[in-house]
T-cell receptor, first 114, second 115 residues
Framework: DAGVIQSPRHEVTEMGQEVTLRCKPI?????LFWYRQTMMRGLELLIY????????DSGMPEDRFSAKMPNASFSTLKIQPSEPRDSAVYFC????????????FGPGTRLTVT | AQSVAQPEDQVNVAEGNPLTVKCTYS??????LFWYVQYPNRGLQFLLK??????LVKGSYGFEAEFNKSQTSFHLKKPSALVSDSALYFC?????????????FGSGTRLSIRP
């Protein structure tokens, strides 16, 4: 099993640019989560999907952030426009809803906005 | 509301000594509890979970955790620490008040094992 795949692994961009982060969950998993991790705020849940449907986006910091899951094997997190305070490591995780509930994390995307 | 607390930001242990990383929880109903480990520049890795059954749960890399209902604790333990165990450890609990698959993470405890 390939595990959760995220791309890119590193992204450096200038303030005001659009950033798109990508995630491929583990095959067969039907819940997908986007997290953000910083030294100051720790690990934060941004949004999660069950069966491709967004369930809770209360963690999305503001309207500049959006997430989609067009099918069971792909999700994107978009920031437009990006700001320096968005610099963080963004993780995607997946699990089988109503299964064991443990989530499996991808390697993360380290985003730096200058 | 469900929550977990990790009272120690940092735990320091000498190699070969036993280690304990503490976690307490607050839930309504029966808890589903988890431990994760994060090595530098990596994603979180699932270590072990408690759902029901034996209070002592065994997981990856020789770790185990003890569920204590009366003390509402789920401490992570290992009999003999290795330098390679140095990492950030997260306790987590299933959020029973939301969709089934959401879990809530603690703030993390940094474990440092000195040679």
């Amino acid at each position: 099993d390939a595990g959760v795949i995220q791309s890119p692994r590193h992204e450096v961009t200038e303030m005001g640019q659009e950033v798109t982060l990508r995630c491929k969950p583990i095959s067969g998993h039907n819940s997908l989560f986007w997290y953000r991790q910083t030294m100051m705020r720790g690990l934060e849940l941004l949004i999660y999907f069950n069966n491709n449907v967004p369930i809770d986006d209360s963690g999305m910091p503001e309207d500049r952030f959006s997430a989609k899951m067009p099918n069971a094997s792909f999700s994107t997190l978009k920031i437009q426009p990006s700001e320096p305070r968005d610099s963080a490591v963004y993780f995607c995780a997946s699990t089988l809803a109503m299964g064991g509930f443990e989530q499996y994390f991808g390697p993360g995307t380290r985003l730096t906005v200058t | 509301a469900q929550s977990v607390a990790q009272p120690e930001d940092q735990v320091n242990v000498a190699e070969g000594n036993p280690l304990t990383v503490k976690c307490t929880y607050s839930v309504s109903g029966n808890p589903y509890l988890f431990w994760y480990v994060q090595y530098p520049n990596r994603g979180l890795q699932f270590l072990l979970k408690y759902i029901t059954g034996d209070n002592l749960v065994k997981g990856s890399y020789g770790f185990e955790a003890e569920f204590n209902k009366s003390q509402t604790s789920f401490h992570l333990k290992k009999p003999s620490a290795l330098v390679s165990d140095s990492a950030l450890y997260f306790c987590a609990v299933r959020d029973m008040g939301s969709s089934a698959s959401k879990i809530i993470f603690g703030s993390g405890t940094r474990l440092s094992i000195r040679p």
